[in-house]
T-cell receptor, first 113, second 116 residues
Framework: GENVEQHPSTLSVQEGDSAVIKCTYS??????FPWYKQELGKRPQLIID?????GEKKDQRIAVTLNKTAKHFSLHITETQPEDSAVYFC????????????FGSGTQLTVLP | DGGITQSPKYLFRKEGQNVTLSCEQN?????MYWYRQDPGQGLRLIYY???????QKGDIAEGYSVSREKKESFPLTVTSAQKNPTAFYLC???????????????FGDGTRLSIL
């Protein structure tokens, strides 16, 4: 089955700096890659996703890049703010797969004021 | 996501007791999922259902059971066979996968289960 590895497990950045979180996946058939943000004690919320026919996608300060050859995808957050502090999860899935998503282990991002 | 309601928010289980966690959605989604989250860890899939009256085991189904009698509801029972049930349980739903591209999953607010 699919295996998703996520790095780093913790990341601290100064406010205003950029943060990058990287995930690798094992199944070359995976073609959908969402990112979720989870604040302490709350539900994971989808923040951005990308499909395999696209190499990069941006939404304001957030971007995701995908390298299908290397089987990795990354989340980029620019101009970080304290409210960006949370746990971020990547996930991967294959079209038509009934179980849908396989999640990474998460990255605790702390933005220092 | 206001379309997925989990209850209760907190639940306590006594030794030997079965407890049921509720998950209801009004998003008209075909697919529903249950995940377990332990402190500092990722989401592990317990059970999932793509259609009413059908469900499949995920990665950690032992000690859990589910039913899917209605499209809107996917309750999870934590049985006494689950020896370490203390965790945060998350329910999610999505448009069914079918043969098309996969769609995002939307999560409820979770139920925190503890042992008395």
């Amino acid at each position: 089955g699919e295996n998703v590895e996520q790095h780093p497990s913790t990341l601290s950045v100064q406010e205003g700096d950029s943060a990058v979180i990287k995930c690798t996946y094992s199944d070359s058939a995976s073609n959908y890659f969402p990112w979720y943000k989870q604040e302490l004690g709350k539900r994971p919320q989808l923040i951005i996703d990308i499909r395999s026919n696209v190499g990069e996608k941006k939404d304001q300060r957030i971007a995701v890049t995908l390298n299908k050859t290397a089987k990795h995808f990354s989340l980029h957050i620019t101009e970080t703010q304290p409210e960006d502090s949370a746990v971020y999860f990547c996930a991967a899935s294959i079209s038509g797969s009934a179980r849908q998503l396989t999640f990474g282990s998460g990255t605790q991002l702390t933005v220092l004021p | 996501d206001g379309g997925i309601t989990q209850s209760p928010k907190y639940l306590f289980r006594k030794e030997g007791q079965n407890v049921t966690l509720s998950c209801e959605q009004n998003l008209n989604h075909d697919a529903m999922y249950w995940y377990r989250q332990d402190p500092g860890q990722g989401l592990r899939l317990i059970y999932y259902s793509q259609i009413v009256n059908d469900f499949q085991k995920g990665d950690i189904a032992e000690g859990y059971s589910v039913s899917r009698e209605k499209k809107e509801s996917f309750p999870l029972t934590v049985t006494s066979a689950q020896k370490n049930p203390t965790a945060f349980y998350l329910c999610a739903s999505s448009v069914g996968s079918g043969t098309g591209p996969n769609q995002p999953q939307h999560f409820g607010d979770g139920t925190r289960l503890s042992i008395l």
